[in-house]
């Protein structure tokens, strides 16, 4: 039988996909490599190719020049990949914080989780983790809506295995390879400085003993 969208590598920019998975790999080893593959395909179709596509239109319009096209064209698709990561991260934050953005509101928090969708954090998670409330959750989860007693255990356990930080690490590790596509350093570091540091990642940083035991570990300084 053949699969209904045909094959989803011929659709993705091969060395994109490659060199975040590259990341992701020296930050933290995943041996699930189905479920990464998987995850990258994804975001790369949702998410990156959408600023590849406005960024190839612009480039056209303003008939930018091949070469600085290219450049632009292997940034926007980072970008995007990046931007993913961090909103996977911020699906973990509890709504009682109350954060929401344009696009995300305070009630869509672990709507990924509910929908049984593997993101960024949790395919760390299962590496480090195999027997806890979230493998539970995506194993047996009915489609209701999370009580807040429930929340809060999901965000202990991220932070307390410290995957999400790992996850974080994944975001900032994609802003520093981003930085080389432009002499503009300061420039770039703003435009994505919210890898580093938003207002959902400040309650992350907020949970000290595992925040602080994290920094202890070993991959911590090659991370960040």
């Not at 790369?44 to 612009?58: D, E, G, M, R, S």
């Not at 109350?98 to 009630?107: F, H, N, P, Y």
Request: net charge negative; hydrophobic share 40%.
């Amino acid at each position: 039988m053949v699969a209904p969208f045909g094959n989803l590598d011929a659709l993705v920019d091969a060395d994109c996909v490659k060199e975040v998975n590259d990341i992701i790999q020296s930050v933290h080893p995943i041996k699930r490599t189905d479920y990464l593959h998987i995850y990258l395909q994804r975001i790369y179709l949702t998410n990156a190719v959408l600023f590849k596509k406005a960024t190839w239109l612009i480039a056209t319009l303003l008939e930018v020049d091949q070469e600085i096209q290219q450049r632009a064209d292997q940034f926007a698709g980072l970008f995007g990949m990046m931007q993913q990561v961090v909103n996977d991260n911020a699906d973990w934050v509890p709504s009682r914080f109350q954060e929401s953005t344009v696009e995300k509101g305070c009630g869509d928090v672990f709507c990924d989780l509910n929908n049984k969708i593997v993101t960024m954090p949790t395919i760390i998670h299962f590496e480090r983790n195999t027997d806890g409330k979230i493998l539970a959750q995506y194993e047996g989860h009915k489609g209701m809506l999370f009580t807040q007693e429930m929340e809060e255990e999901l965000f202990d356990e991220i932070a307390k295995d410290y995957s999400i930080y790992y996850s974080m690490a994944v975001g900032k590790q994609l802003k520093k390879l981003l930085m080389q596509y432009s002499f503009k350093k300061a420039f770039i570091a703003d435009l994505c400085g919210f890898a580093d540091n938003n207002k959902y990642y400040k309650h992350f940083y907020n949970m000290k003993i595992y925040y602080d035991n994290y920094k202890k570990n070993k991959r911590y300084n090659q991370n960040e």
